[in-house]
């Protein structure tokens, strides 16, 4: 993997030794004051009962009721504190999740890019050169004069090549220690030239090798069958002698290796009679910069790439082959929904507590079964489509939400408040209408409510209610 790929900045990791201790830290300093919060409360209660020790009738009432309120207190920030309890653990274990999912797309995405990065192979369209002497004239003083002068000197011209005939073949291999691809072009090249000058018949054939090759061998120029020798070493201009009105034919060849593309490029020379075929025997491959083949032929394992032009044409971007590697799609959804999972947890709860007579064990294991859930989702969707894992996943959590009643009434109800509150919502992050679906969750939460306590369209019946009670209790 990337050494670039990091989570996402400001984010809670557990996995970080510090951001644990500072969690812990910060946990027990909370906790603490709550206790005290607590404990300062029922001393109060105390010292007011203790100042009114002379007066027993208010003394007995302010007594009751205030211990009525502070037992009440006590049940409801138990469940509060539980609540809290699987929500702060529960938070930092999501930002925890979102990081490394965050971690490992952008290692994904790296690593991708890795295996198609290097310098391209661009081939040069070669030039046939020729020089001839062009009269100029120059003013200079000469003492107190102003004097012409005329010379000559020699100027470079270039003739269009009549034909050119390429073949490419293109095989590609795995740089194992970078893991980036590599290409090996076996390049043949025949170029026509007509000279249609009347008094010149020395030219230069002007055909460097590609650009950004790794290794060149075996290359040669050919003319008739006869190799041309370089006049200079390193400089690729191959002299030879063609009268007026003759033709010939001119062939390059090679065998280069060099990053994962190979392009040819015409440096916007006109182009006659051009073909040019490229064999990439390997998936998958495509066509560079926006010039579409004439003829694209594919087996599975290799593609053919064919650019023809009978006429004349001028082409500004170059031909070329590249190794077409599949899009990385959907990536940040994870991450948004593990960060907004714990707001998720708060709506299913809070619906649960206004459907259903809810006991302190039964909210620990709905909160630990609801993070388990996304924990499963989390390296699940690594494997398989998150949608489909949600699914597979939803279908166990329902079925495990079934025990929350006591009766067949309370278990239906627990199971709308699982849809509307944790299944609708988190699947409407994965997809890509998630406006629209977490508005019909919300929409639906709202409409279940209003028929479980306004209408009285679907409450449950006194019998369901005291099977409950008992199974609170009993829980």
Known sequence: MSSSAQGIPGLPDLTHPIELVQFGTQALKASLLLVFLIVALGVAIALISFSLRRNQPEQLIFIGEWAVGYSQLLRGLQHLTLVLVLLVPGFFLCSTLSNRYHYWEQAKVAQVAESVAGD??????????????????????????????????????????????IQVKLDQSVDVPGRSSIYRADYTADYKVVNQLKDINNFFFEAPPPNGYTLLSSYKIERDGNRLQQTNPGDYGFPFRLQPGEETTLRVTYQARGGPRWVYSAEGQILSNFRLIANANFAPANFASGIEPDEI????????????????????????????????????????????????????????????????????????????????????????????????????????TWGLGASRSASLAAIICTIAGAVLPIFGLLVPFSGLTLSLAGLLSAVWLAVRHWYGWYSLHPQDQRLQTQKNAKD
Request: with cysteine.
């Open 297 to 400: 032929k594919s087996d599975g394992r290799s593609t053919q790439f064919t650019w023809k032009f009978d006429e004349n044409v001028s082409v500004k971007n170059p031909f070329g082959v590249f190794t077409n590697t599949e899009p990385i799609r959907n990536t940040g959804v994870i991450p948004r929904l593990l960060l907004l999972a714990p707001s998720i947890f708060l709506w299913w709860i809070l619906l649960l507590y206004l459907s259903l007579p809810m006991s302190f064990k039964n909210v620990a294991i709905a909160g630990s079964i609801f993070f388990a859930c996304l924990l499963v989702l989390t390296y699940l969707a690594r494997v398989i489509n998150a949608q489909l894992a949600w699914t597979l996943i939803s279908i166990i959590l329902l079925f495990l």
């Open 120 to 165: 391209k192979l661009e081939q040069l369209a070669p030039q046939v050169r020729y020089t001839i002497q062009e009269p100029y004239s120059y003013n200079t003083q000469v003492g107190n004069k102003i004097v012409k002068v005329n010379e000559t000197r020699q100027i470079n011209r270039f003739l269009t090549l009549a034909g050119s005939q």
